[in-house]
């Protein structure tokens, strides 16, 4: 498994609002897709390419565009989805697939509630969103499932992680080809299970408490 952090003080500063418990929801969707076109460019450094040639106005040059199949980008419901338009705006070709889990917050397991995704997902370029990798039950069991259908190579883009979440899926995701691309590595996780110090319940603060 591969983890990237980012390193940019414009992905930091915007992370410091996020955190920031003032911030406002319209203001935390905003924040959370523009990070996420940021960590896009990081995460799609390995997107398969292939070369085309062309015609400029002056010669015939020759260039690359994305290869087929189309890659899939796979928000897991409900706080993935406020990081969606911030991805297909760098990857608009990209075909989208939904998983929702949420996590039991007495035993911090996952359950899966809908799945809307191709069947077979042979040779294909995944991408998971999810903005919070904590204790990284949701996400091994997301990326469990994309491999069970044949996934080539599945990207992950978290806004925070726990350091005991990595750990997990490390041990999970062994012998895969995993990448995670986080906008930071937290310090640890408190005794609900939240990232400390964290930014709270993320799908709370994009769309209120259900
Ligand atoms: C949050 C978050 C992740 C999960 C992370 O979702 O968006 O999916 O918790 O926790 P874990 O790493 O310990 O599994 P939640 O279950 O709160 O659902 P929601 O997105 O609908 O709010
Ligand atoms: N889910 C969240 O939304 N926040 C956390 O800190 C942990 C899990």
Redesign the pocket.
């Not at 964290?198 to 709370?204: I, M």
């Given at each position: 498994m591969r983890v990237h952090v980012a390193d940019h003080p414009l992905i930091t500063h915007k992370l410091t609002v996020l955190r920031d418990k003032t911030t406002p929801s319209p203001v935390f969707r905003a924040l959370t897709e523009e990070l996420v076109t940021l960590l896009a460019y990081e995460a799609t450094r390995g997107v398969t390419v292939e070369e085309i040639t062309i015609q400029t106005p002056v010669t015939e040059t020759v260039g690359v565009k994305i290869s087929e199949p189309r890659p899939l980008v796979v928000p897991i419901l409900r706080?993935g989805l406020g990081m969606l338009e911030g991805m297909v705006k760098l990857l608009p070709t990209a075909e989208v697939g939904f998983l929702g889990m949420v996590?039991n917050e007495e035993t911090l397991e996952p359950t899966t509630y809908a799945e809307r995704l191709p069947d077979d997902l042979s040779d294909r370029q995944c991408f998971v969103l999810d903005?919070?990798l904590?204790t990284g039950g949701s996400l091994a069991a997301a990326i469990d499932f994309l491999f069970q259908r044949g996934a080539m190579h599945v990207t992950a883009i978290c806004l925070?992680a726990a350091p005991e979440g990595l750990e997990r899926l490390e041990a999970e995701t062994a012998g895969k080809d995993v990448t995670i691309v986080l906008g930071a590595l937290d310090e640890k996780l408190d005794e609900n299970?939240?990232?400390v110090p964290?930014?709270?319940?993320?799908?709370?603060r994009l769309y209120g408490v259900v």
């Open positions: 706080a996590r903005p919070m904590a925070l299970g939240y990232i964290g930014l709270g319940d993320a799908g709370d």
